[in-house]
């Protein structure tokens, strides 16, 4: 053990009788193994939902435990993950009792850990009780508190202990393996990004609307809300003046919206239709309001442009790009993507998704995008990245699965 790690241990031990983290152990134990996954930082939470949901499948007798940082925001609850209990908590604060107290309780079959934000203390105890540690979706260099030269004895020390590491990219590999990484466990993978399951589509729903458009241009909005309809509304007018036959279908976040948002349009002169009153969008319709639930499928499967919204005004967070990407739509977003910034950093590097900053710059995005060829590829380069983030999964599953079934990996 390096000097650093042994300073920052004995710090860990006297800061351990400041802290109170009792909450973890008011919640019971489930019987079994149970797998532990650490997420530490905000954007790893939704692969990580996309992680359980799959190793959920196969290994039906485990047990879920989740921790992340305080006040990370978790949209949808883990335990809708799967059917196996599936619990949530604060990580215990870095601090050898703490630490000490939380494994003692939890004893976890497995550690996977999302991200390279390092708990030195965390990492050593896990190490110390032979619990095998994981770290997936390394996409930068190692820090403890958010800082990579915060001490090169600890991390250097810490990263070692991890049996295995997956990272995103070979330069990440090697800026891990000059940080301490142990060369026989770390590989590049790619990252294991929130890969959604194809949306279901009726094949006689798509050809019926197919038949419908009659080769008419579409282009999608989808999750949009009142704040931004304004200028995506905006933005079509302004693309239909080169395209008369341009439809857009609007599907807005809250599908209840559809006959408020039907009465706007259609008081401001616009020619609508609502999928909700199964009114079909014949050739005198501009705007086909997409107020049903669990069709989404289908609107991506017909419109080869889709911008997501929930990300054109300040405060937004944006939505994933990942169903859109996977079923070969080109996609355009708002620059308020917090939720979402490094997949869309990917994709926007990639050329398989383009930031739009005001109506103009989308209108103009749209009718570029009218152009087949540049669509299309566009909607190549996003399937090749969803395809890539899809085999990072299923890496870690079988390894996961390795892990924790030693006998049949041999």
């Avoid at 239909?240 to 341009?246: A, D, E, N, P, V």
Wanted: aromatic letters at 4%; one cysteine or more.
């Amino acid at each position: 053990m390096s000097l650093g790690l042994r300073l920052y241990l004995a710090a860990a031990r006297r800061a351990g009788k400041s802290h109170d983290d009792g909450a973890s152990k008011r919640l019971a134990r489930p019987t079994g193994r149970l797998v532990w996954l650490h997420i530490s930082d905000q954007q790893e939470v939704s692969s990580i939902q996309v992680l359980i949901r799959n190793l959920a499948e196969d290994l039906t007798e485990v047990s879920f435990l989740v921790t992340t940082p305080k006040n990370t925001h978790v949209e949808t609850p883990f335990q809708e993950c799967c059917d196996q209990p599936c619990l949530h908590l604060a990580a215990p604060a870095d601090a050898l009792r703490q630490v000490a107290e939380f494994l003692d309780h939890w004893q976890p079959s497995i550690a996977i850990w999302a991200g390279s934000a390092l708990r030195p203390a965390l990492v050593v105890e896990a190490h110390a009780r032979a619990i095998p540690l994981l770290m997936l979706n390394a996409r930068t260099r190692a820090t403890v508190d958010g800082h990579s030269l915060w001490n090169k004895g600890v991390i250097r020390a810490t990263l070692g202990l991890f049996n295995h590491i997956l990272v995103s990219h070979e330069t990440v590999k090697t800026r891990l393996l000059r940080q301490g990484a142990d060369s026989i466990g770390i590989m590049t993978s790619g990252l294991l990004e929130e890969n959604a399951t194809t949306l279901f589509c009726d094949d006689r729903d798509r050809d019926a609307m197919a038949e419908t458009l009659a080769a008419r241009p579409v282009w999608l909005a989808t999750c949009t809300d009142r704040t931004e309809e304004a200028l995506i509304v905006t933005a079509h007018r302004a693309a239909s003046r080169l395209s008369h036959r341009l439809l857009l279908v609007l599907a807005p976040k809250d599908t209840a919206r559809g006959d408020d948002i039907a009465r706007i349009l259609t008081d401001d002169g616009w020619q609508v239709a609502q999928r909700s009153l199964d009114q079909e969008p014949d050739e005198h319709v501009q705007i086909l309001i997409a107020d049903t639930d669990d069709e989404m499928g289908l609107w991506l499967r017909i419109a080869p442009v889709c911008f997501m919204g929930n990300s054109l005004i300040k405060g937004a967070t944006g939505c994933s790009p990942n169903a859109a990407t996977s079923l070969g739509s080109a996609v355009l977003h708002g620059p308020f993507i917090s939720k979402y910034i490094l997949g869309y950093a990917r994709l926007d590097t990639a050329g398989a998704a383009r930031e739009v900053g005001n109506a103009t710059q989308l209108a103009a995005a749209v009718q570029d995008l009218l152009a087949p060829d540049k669509a299309a590829e566009m909607a190549h380069a996003g399937w090749e990245i969803s395809t890539s983030g899809a085999e990072a999964m299923d890496h870690a599953i079988a390894l996961i699965y390795d892990v924790l079934n030693p006998q049949e990996a041999l």
